[in-house]
């Protein structure tokens, strides 16, 4: 019989594409997800991995058992749930996850004020771009993420935590530098910077391109805030960066100029997510209500939503 451990290593190639990702995902070297993998192949006899191949890719079959197997890793998560709330309500180790383009710029202002108030709840946080979050929340690897929304999985429970603006930012010597304010108007024709495809932000910075008439330059993508920042810096382009990193990471430095909008504003969605069937269902949305308090207490520049 294959093992919940052989499955998991199949689910995670299955979404990662890639042997090295899908092994630092699971934890374990790639010779041993290799392994593995070729030891569930032989337990079912027969193949799940196209080889030899250029990319990674499962057969018709391996993707099938690969989605079965996501399924029962996630309703193994639920057996060590429930056993867990029996005992103890909701206490011990809570898995988060949470997307590098908003954890390191919100979780510094709430975790702490929430262990606080809760000491025996404690958090194990790991980052990942939102759709590999979402997918590892159905597979039980995380018990919460914290997620720009939409969220299209029907499986998904969604509270909304806040709104969170976002800027312009621009070089110093841009022609829109000098303005604490400007038009929507004004971003027509002009070049903007976005994150990697992966982040729902570079998918809204798109759509705001399209709206607004702006050039999304596809050739310098970001693969952090930090990177879109220092491009912005360097006249590049405008870049869309969330209020909560502005605060954390440019403040009162002057090396860029951040603009704000007049009139309708542009902003982002937080939410947070956890499997529907979750015993903890009714505690997470606590949970949820006890950080809507805490933004509205400690981040200014959020707006409470839910």
Known sequence: ?????????????????????????????????????????????????????????????????????????????????????????????????????????????ILPRLQARHPELKFYVREGKPHALQSDLQGGYYDLVVSPLPVTQADLAVERLFREPLLVVAARNHPLAGRQRIDRSDLAGQKVLAIEPGHHLHEQVRALCDELGATLLRDYEGTSLDTLRQMAGMGFGLAFLPALYVRSEIGARGEVAVIALEGRSLSRQIGLLWRRRSVHAERFAALAGVIRALAGQHLPEVTVTG
């Open 1 to 109: 019989m294959p093992t919940l451990r052989q499955l998991s290593y199949l689910v995670a190639l299955a979404e990662e594409r890639h042997f090295r990702r899908a092994a630092e995902r699971v934890h374990v070297s790639q010779p041993t997800l290799s392994t593995q993998l070729q030891e569930l192949e032989r337990r079912l006899k027969a193949p799940l991995i196209e080889r030899p191949s250029s990319r990674v890719a499962l057969t018709p079959l391996g993707r099938d058992i690969a989605e079965r197997a996501r399924r029962v890793l996630a309703e193994v998560q639920d057996i060590v749930d429930l056993a867990a709330a029996s005992q103890h309500g909701l206490s011990g180790t809570l898995r988060l996850g949470v997307p590098p383009t908003l954890g390191p710029y919100l979780l510094p202002h």
